[in-house]
């Protein structure tokens, strides 16, 4: 079966400074989304993306976040300014379609930890 | 004193017995309802959907029961496997116009353990 791949698994960052999480969507998929996991907490919608441009975003995305599909087959989550609260596991998902009812692979995620 | 939100309701269970793992979902407009199962250090895996035009729904060794008047949702896995230890949670989503991956809503989860 076709899967998700995100880099890197683990990654460690200093308060203040900017991370780029990325991930490779499957390859006939047009939607892709990001989500977030606080350790023991539910997962939690971030965004998604279609055609090159946002087209859903939750309260958490504020301006410190910005996704990209820089190529044609990355797509990157960007962080400007870590802060303690960010860190969490962030898995990458994609989809055929935007309806609720595609059902939508996850990625293995990457632990994001800011110190 | 620690977080409650660290603390998963937990599903001991002995191989070969049947595992019910139950959602009580937030939004009566909820029309379609989704099972995960994430292993450690995994990302979400889907398992199995329902619609709420639906009260039950049977996969391979997995059932969806909805319950719509008690906004409740389970779980049922068959001859529950050591490889089906994982946490279960459970998503709800309201397909209005618009509708997408976006506005799911993920329940907490609940920890099943098999014990060999």
């Given at each position: 079966?076709?899967?998700?791949?995100?880099?890197?698994?683990?990654?460690?960052?200093q308060?203040?400074?900017?991370?780029?999480l990325?991930?490779?969507?499957i390859?006939?998929?047009?939607?892709?989304?990001?989500y977030?996991?606080?350790?023991?907490q539910?997962?939690?919608f971030?965004?998604?993306f279609y055609n090159n441009e946002?087209?859903?975003?939750?309260?958490?995305f504020?301006?410190?976040?910005s996704v990209e599909?820089?190529?044609?087959?990355?797509?990157?989550?960007?962080?400007?300014?870590t802060?303690l609260?960010?860190?969490a596991?962030y898995?990458?998902?994609s989809?055929?379609?935007?309806?609720g009812r595609?059902?939508g692979?996850f990625?293995?995620?990457t632990?994001?930890?800011v110190? | 004193g620690?977080?409650v939100g660290?603390h998963?309701?937990?599903?001991?269970?002995q191989?070969g017995?049947?595992?019910?793992?139950n959602?009580?979902y937030s939004n009566s407009a909820?029309?379609?309802?989704?099972?995960?199962k994430?292993?450690?250090?995994?990302?979400p895996?889907f398992?199995?959907?329902?619609r709420s035009?639906?009260?039950?729904?049977?996969?391979?060794?997995?059932?969806?029961l909805?319950n719509?008047?008690?906004?409740?949702?389970s779980?049922?896995i068959a001859a529950?496997?050591?490889?089906?230890?994982?946490?279960?949670f459970c998503a709800e989503?309201?397909?209005?116009?618009?509708?997408?991956?976006g506005?799911l809503?993920?329940g907490k989860?609940t920890?099943?353990?098999?014990k060999p």
């Open positions: 079966e076709p899967e998700v791949t995100q880099t890197p698994s683990h990654q460690v960052t308060m203040g400074q900017e991370v780029i990325r991930c490779v969507p390859s006939n998929h047009l939607y892709f989304y990001w977030r996991q606080i350790l023991g539910k997962v939690e971030l965004v998604s946002i087209s859903e975003k939750s309260e958490i504020d301006d410190q976040f599909r820089p190529d044609g087959s990355n797509f990157t989550l960007k962080i400007r300014s802060k609260e960010d860190s596991m898995f990458c998902a989809s055929e379609v935007a309806s595609a059902r692979f990625g293995p995620g632990r994001l930890t110190l | 620690e977080s660290l998963l309701p937990t599903l001991s269970v191989e017995d049947n595992s019910i793992i959602c009580a909820s029309d379609y309802f989704i099972w995960y994430q292993e450690s250090g995994k990302g895996q398992i199995i959907d329902i035009n639906m009260d039950k729904r049977q996969g391979q060794r997995v059932t969806v909805l719509k008047t008690v906004k409740h949702l779980l049922q529950t496997q050591p490889g089906d230890s994982a946490v279960y989503n309201i397909e209005d116009y618009g509708g997408s991956q506005n809503i993920f989860g920890k099943l353990s098999v």
